[in-house]
């Protein structure tokens, strides 16, 4: 079934001049899957859309999916399609749902952001279950580490996983999911290693009474060592193999590798249990629990020409897109909520006049927290402005000078702005980059003078939700800063409360024998445990190995550990233990959960470290190194892709 809706938006002003609308009309001429409906669970459906503007104005297409009578879930914000012929024809949009068997609604809405006018069509779509009769059954997806498990449906109020193991070993399971019941139970299996044969079934509890289903085996592939230029499956090798001191029951280890490098988990010994080939240069930011990721890619957003770190997609185990926006429609919300740096890229002058701003692309971070029992989704995003020659120490006489720094953003549940922090109107313009970074191309997406070189002002890398006073931790890589700020659950007005670092409001407590006790250029700071434990950072050192006094451990990046008095207004280090490397860029750091920490080098080589803390002393032991010849931005160690760390 279709149903096409048009919606002509007409200036009432127009009207009363002429009988006869002056106004343009959107209309939607075809919704289209690729495969006729009915179709089996999981199956991969892309919906192509084409539709006309009477207006010469850019199209754009948000895709929308409802399950039966439940409202609509935002998949895909309004992106921007391709014209021919007059004929616009929206990107492709694959659809990929194991949500359970039954009729969806899969609707999308065109609409002309220049004149408001706007179009919706529907199509029903229906898909059937795998699981038929009394018995679970399993199959092959395009990843092949990962298994599709279905299983006939459970009682209401139950809840069932599915457990899976190979030889004698013990089982990993996948989360726990509520039953639906008459509906069907589908899960992806992942975390298994390449070309082995598992044993799995399905785990049922009912009244703390847990049921069993039948044992089924699935058989993994090979992973694929390419996939064009693009992706490429790293290697690795063990200097430090796990031992009795390590932490083996967080025995997973996730790589957020960067550029031409597939993101991959791993076993403690390197072997590859999954990984991620879909999408343009995906940047791995935080795993969430239930077997999501949060992840930054390249792709087309408003501005057709420019591809880099332009989206933010929440993916599942199987590689599908669960939600997804883009920068263009996060700038035209921003806007309308009267944010003045956050304006469009697209069609600025160049060189931009003085005081042009503009939101350049997603950067570093997206983060998943809920207040309550609503979810929200924070990312850090771009942002440059061109202020006038002299600005930050600038030649007086010279060229205008752009920066370029960031926002961070909230997203709610729907994946819609509701708030934001700018840097720009909250920082002291005149303390500049501590270094004095530049950003230029290559390799630093730069859009508003001429000269493509910004001032890479703050560098900001990491945002952490604090529950315990519903504000933001934010990290300041090129301010050598950690700022709190007041987001108070989404009602404050973006103000920072306080600076972490040297120069800032904080004292550190440090043994008079550490020269330089605070951190600088920072990476993956936040706070242990939901909250609960230590400050936990990755100490790249860049100024500190750049500047004297060069104090312990010269030429090396540390991993630090800080308890945190707000009412006093000290810092005192738990750990700050050189980690033999020096990592200039990029970097992560974790507490596990048997008080080791996990701290990750990120360049030039990816080297996952724990480390064994030491009684009495700031330094630890190495007791895991494994290391992989490219850089990767972070690394967390879990015991399973269901399970991802509290912070």
């Avoid at 809706?5 to 106004?23: E, R």
């Avoid at 961070?408 to 002291?428: E, F, K, M, N």
């Amino acid at each position: 079934m279709h149903r096409f809706l048009p919606y002509v938006l007409c200036p009432i002003a127009a009207l009363a001049i002429s009988q006869a609308p002056l106004c343009a009309t959107v209309t939607i001429q075809s919704l289209t899957p690729s495969h006729a409906s009915p179709q089996l669970l999981g199956t991969p459906i892309v919906w192509a859309v084409t539709a006309a503007d009477s207006n010469p104005n850019p199209l754009t297409f948000q895709f929308n999916v409802a399950s039966g009578s439940q409202p609509y879930v935002l998949v895909r914000d309004f992106n921007i399609g391709t014209r021919s012929v007059g004929i616009w024809t929206s990107q492709p949009f694959t659809w990929a749902s194991i949500g359970g068997e039954g009729v969806y609604t899969i609707q999308v809405v065109a609409k002309d952001f220049i004149s408001g006018e706007s179009a919706t069509q529907t199509a029903s779509f229906t898909l059937k279950p795998r699981a038929t009769g009394s018995q679970a059954t399993v199959h092959k997806v395009s990843n092949s580490l990962v298994a599709l498990f279905s299983a006939p449906s459970c009682p209401s109020g139950s809840s069932m996983r599915v457990a899976f193991y190979t030889g004698m070993n013990s089982p990993a399971y996948t989360d726990w999911a509520a039953c639906n019941s008459p509906v069907s139970m589908n899960f992806y299996v992942a975390g298994m290693l390449p070309a082995t044969t598992y044993t799995m079934y399905s785990q049922t509890q009912t009244a703390g009474n847990m049921t069993n289903g039948a044992n089924l085996t699935f058989t993994t592939g090979d992973p694929p060592a390419a996939l064009g230029k693009k992706h490429v499956l790293p290697g690795f090798t063990v200097n430090v193999p796990a031992g009795p001191q390590s932490d083996t029951v967080d025995s997973m280890l996730l790589w957020g590798f960067t550029g031409s490098v597939m993101p991959v988990a791993t076993d403690l010994n390197g072997d590859i249990m999954w990984y991620y080939s879909g999408g343009n240069g995906a940047l791995v930011t935080r795993p969430l629990a239930g077997g999501t990721i949060l992840t930054i890619q390249g792709g087309t957003s408003w501005n057709s020409a420019d591809t880099e770190l332009q989206l933010i997609r929440e993916i599942d185990l199987a590689g599908n897109v669960v939600h997804e926006t883009n920068t263009g429609i996060v700038s035209e919300q921003l806007v309308a909520m009267g944010a003045t740096d956050a304006g469009s890229c697209l069609g600025v002058p160049n060189p931009a006049p003085v005081g042009t701003a503009c939101l350049n692309d997603f950067d570093h971070e997206a983060i998943r927290y809920t207040i309550g029992e609503n979810s929200y989704t924070a990312v850090l995003a771009h942002i440059e402005r061109v202020y006038p020659a002299g600005t930050q120490g600038s030649d007086a006489n010279g060229p205008p000078v752009d920066i370029l720094t960031e926002m961070a953003i909230v997203l709610d549940a729907q994946w819609q702005v509701v708030w934001y922090y700018d840097s720009l109107q909250q920082l002291d313009l005149d303390r500049a980059a501590i270094l004095g970074e530049t950003c230029a191309l290559p390799g630093c997406s730069v859009k508003l003078l001429l000269a493509r070189v910004a001032n890479d002002w703050t560098h900001g890398n990491t945002i952490q939700y604090l529950a315990s006073s519903g504000d933001f931790l934010i990290s300041l890589r090129n301010q050598d800063w950690l700022i709190k700020v007041d987001y108070n659950n989404g009602a404050g007005a973006g103000d920072i409360l306080w600076r972490m670092g040297v120069d800032g409001d904080f004292t550190i407590l440090a043994p008079k024998s550490d020269t330089w006790p605070w951190f600088s250029h920072q990476h993956d700071a936040g706070y242990a445990n939901g909250g609960a434990g230590p400050l936990v950072l990755f100490d790249n050192g860049n100024t500190r190995v750049s500047s004297p006094p060069i104090g312990q451990g010269k030429g090396v990046s540390r991993g630090m550990a800080l308890t945190v008095d707000e009412t006093n207004m000290q810092v005192t280090p738990v750990i700050s233990a050189g980690l033999g490397v020096f990592a200039y860029a990029l970097g992560s750091a974790q507490l596990l959960s048997d008080d080791l920490y996990l701290f990750q080098p990120g360049t030039p080589n990816a080297i996952a470290i724990e480390i064994l803390p030491t009684a009495g002393s700031l330094n630890g032991t190495e007791v895991l190194n494994v290391l992989s010849p490219h850089p990767s931005y972070r690394a967390w160690q879990m015991p399973n892709l269901y399970s991802p760390p509290a912070w």
